[in-house]
Structures are given as structure tokens and as C-alpha cells.
């Protein structure tokens, strides 16, 4: 949640957050009256407790004769601090509630407004041109024998594929030269679990307004992430942490989104899928390393892209677009021949203290006492990436050139061959 120091001392700040991500304004004003009110009920809860430890003790002291009418004003004393301390109880609920539908607070220079709204801050690479009609992905996919959309669907339903032959060993190529890079780069590698518990999921800022994205087990009262952030911000839950050096891991795992209001968008290929893979960066460090850090996973993100011989465009995606826990997001999309558009590939987000506040993760200060640390993500490699990577480096005859970064992951293969039907 938001800094309750900050919301006291500079409402304005937040004011102007929640309008530019345009959300509610007054929430900021109602956070405001619920946090006077819990401290007015704290003050009163903790002065009748006072008065009940004093009471105690000239209870203790008085003679036998009065302690009966003494005990009896005692016992009234103590229901009466009972009541203050679930009034207290009910207020710092209620501040708790309000606070946590206030976003993340966003950094200066973040756009204001909507998905559209978003700056281009460079582009990078030159669009492949085509001397024939080139394929899209999928077609690519099944010519290869990588891709099989019509059996995931048999088998699960819409939205759902198989990567077959070429297409899973150049996913497993993929994540294994993203990882290779990511331990280059000082990442713990981590292989997360995929269903979490609902204060982890709260945690990390994932079931305020997009809840209905996510798949929940009833039965279990558990949840299935759609990123290993989930589960990367939740390690280190409830700890007090060393971050003199940023801790920094790398999550690999398979990830579940339920596409709710996607009907209709995407519905070819792998573009936007239920299940997919994704390797994830995740960032525990000081708050005031955070912009760096957030710098560096862009670097490591865009080092990849060029390396595959993508164009991509990075932007600075709008307040109302970043969801609650980032403060700043920057996306970087690659650009899809077949859709004369650039798609997002991947993204990195500086959460600040937001999810750290609300997971209690902390860091000792110099003066002994405890604050919260600064969380940050960015996805290095994930199934998306071979959209771009298929229609980028296809040839007329439907075979694809494997990026020279990746032929060691494949065994030497520089060229997918279209399979004999």
C-alpha cells in the first residue's frame, strides 16, 4: 500500500497520481478522514488501557474492605476498554481497506491517461521487409510442425496450444539463453511455485481491478499466478532482508491468465494465449537504487531483443495503463510483419515500496530502525517471443533462420525446415 507518512504530510502527490492513472480523487480525501479517525480511536483505546494499568494497581493496594466496590469498577473499566479496542480494531480496518485501493503513488514524468497515451522514448532496429508475401505465426508454426492450435483446443478449450518438435526446443532455446544471460547478469535462478495463497496474491497488488484475469481454486483457497513475480515477491514475506547489494532473481515458471474481456482480440496463434512460459527478473533493493535498477532490467531486456535481430520500440506506458503496484512501466514491443504493428514482448516495472509494504519485507536502516524495500520486475524471455522471432526471420519457401544466438541452444541448427506433409 501507499506510504501512510506520505498521505499525511503530501496528499497532493497522491491527489495528482490518482488523477493522471485516472482514478478516484476523493479516495485520497476518504483515506485522509479514515487515518484521522484510527488515530483518534488508537489515542482513545490506548489512554482507557492507561487507566485500567493504574486502576490494577490501586486495586492492588487498597484495603480488603474495598476491593469488592473496586473489582466491580474494574470489571467495568475493562469492558469499556474491550469496546475501545474493537472500535480501534474497526478503524485501522477501515483506513487498511481505503488505502489499499489508492495506487502506487507514480514516479514524475510518467504520462497521464489511458493504454493510448503511452510516449515512445526510442526505436531500435530496422522492420523486415519481405520480397514475398510473408506468413503469419501460426502458419509458420504449422508448416514447421511447432505449433498445433486445433489439438490445445480439442484438448482445453480455446486459447490453448501445443509446441511440438522445433517449436518446443526453440521455446526450451529461448528460456535457456535468457537465463544464461540473467546469470551473467548476477540472478539467483528460481523455479517458482505456480499457485499461491490469497494474502500473497493481495500482496502484490494483483486482485484489486483485474482479479477477474486470474484462476482461483475454491476448493483450495489458492491461486494460479500469471507471472513467478507473484511467488518472487512473496519469498521473502513477513523478513527483514540485506540489501547493501540488490537481491535479484530469476523465476522460471509457467503462468496462467484467464484473458477475461479479450474475446475477440488475439484469437490466431499464440499472440494471447491461458498458459504459457516465462522467465521473470525480480528485484529486492533500497528505495533509492530503485530508478537504477528499473534502468538495468530495461538494458538486459532490450540486450536480448537485439541480440535475436528484432525491431522493438520501448515505451513509457501511461499511469492509467501500469496497473496499481508500479509506480513507472516501461514496455518493449516487437514489431509483428504480418500485423504492421508493434506488439508487446516484454515489460519492467518499479514498484517502489508498494508491495514491500504490504508483504512487510524490510531492511535495517543506519539508524537501526526497519523500512521497507523497493521491489522491481522485468520479463527476460517468454512463449510471445517466437511470434516475433518466426515472422521476423522467415524465408519464402516458409523455413525460418535461427538467430545466431540461439543456435547453441539447438544444437548448431541455423535453419527450421517446413516439415514433409
Known amino acids: 500500500m501507499i506510504d501512510p507518512v506520505l498521505l499525511r504530510e503530501n496528499p497532493d502527490v497522491i491527489k495528482r497520481s490518482q488523477e493522471a492513472r485516472g482514478d478516484s ?32 494497581k490501586q486495586v492492588a ?20 476498554v474491550k469496546e475501545a479496542q474493537a472500535a480501534s480494531n474497526e478503524a485501522d480496518a477501515r483506513f487498511t481497506e481505503v488505502l489499499r485501493s489508492i ?13 493510448d497515451d503511452f510516449v515512445t522514448l526510442r526505436t531500435v532496429g530496422e522492420k523486415p521487409t519481405f520480397d514475398f508475401e510473408p506468413r503469419d505465426h501460426l502458419e509458420l508454426g504449422e508448416l514447421l510442425g511447432a505449433i498445433d492450435m486445433a489439438r ?5 478449450g480455446a486459447r490453448f496450444s501445443y509446441l511440438r518438435g522445433v517449436g518446443a526446443r526453440l521455446e526450451i532455446a529461448l528460456m535457456n539463453m535468457a537465463l544464461d544471460r540473467a546469470l551473467a547478469a548476477g540472478f539467483i535462478p528460481m523455479i517458482t511455485p505456480t499457485l499461491v495463497k490469497p494474502e ?21 483457497d489458492l491461486y494460479l499466478t500469471g507471472t513467478s513475480e507473484v511467488a518472487l515477491a512473496g519469498y521473502h514475506a513477513d523478513e527483514i532482508v540485506d540489501v547493501t547489494e540488490p537481491i535479484r532473481y530469476a523465476g522460471w515458471s509457467t503462468c496462467y491468465r484467464r484473458e477475461a474481456g479479450s474475446a475477440g482480440k488475439d484469437t490466431r496463434g499464440i499472440i494471447r494465449v ?30 536480448m531483443l537485439q ?10 506506458t501511461a499511469a492509467g495503463d501500469l496497473g496499481s503496484s508500479a509506480a513507472r512501466k516501461y514496455d518493449v514491443e516487437a514489431w509483428v510483419p504480418t500485423q504492421d504493428a508493434y506488439r508487446e514482448l516484454t515489460s519492467t516495472s518499479n514498484c517502489t515500496t508498494f508491495q514491500a509494504r504490504r508483504l512487510d519485507i524490510r531492511y535495517r536502516t543506519e539508524s537501526g530502525k526497519t523500512s521497507p524495500v523497493a521491489t522491481l520486475n522485468g520479463t527476460l524471455a517468454t512463449t510471445r517471443w517466437l511470434v516475433a522471432i518466426l515472422e521476423t526471420h522467415q524465408q519464402a519457401d516458409g523455413s525460418v533462420i535461427v538467430p545466431e544466438p540461439l543456435r547453441p541452444y539447438l544444437g548448431g541448427l541455423e535453419v527450421l525446415e517446413p516439415i514433409e506433409r
Open 25 to 56: 480523487v476523493e479516495l485520497v480525501d476518504q483515506a485522509l478522514q479514515a487515518d484521522r479517525e484510527r488515530r483518534a480511536a488508537i489515542a482513545a483505546f490506548e489512554e482507557l488501557r492507561a487507566e485500567q494499568n493504574a486502576f490494577g
Open 61 to 80: 493496594a487498597a484495603p480488603k474492605e474495598q476491593k469488592k466496590e473496586l473489582v466491580a469498577q474494574a470489571q467495568s473499566l475493562a469492558g469499556r
Open 103 to 115: 495506487g502506487n503513488p507514480i514516479i514524475d514524468g510518467v504520462p497521464a491517461g489511458g493504454e
Open 152 to 156: 490445445g483446443a480439442k484438448v482445453s
Open 200 to 220: 500473497i496474491m493481495q500482496g502484490t497488488g494483483f486482485l484489486g481491478a483485474h482479479a477477474d484475469e486470474i484462476y482461483h481454486l475454491p476448493a483450495d
Open 274 to 303: 491461458h498458459q504459457f512460459n516465462k522467465l521473470e527478473m525480480f528485484v529486492y533493493t533500497l528505495p533509492e537504487a530503485a530508478e537504477a535498477e528499473h534502468a538495468r532490467l530495461l538494458q538486459l531486456q532490450e540486450d
Open 307 to 316: 541480440s535475436l535481430g528484432l525491431s522493438y520500440r520501448v515505451i513509457d
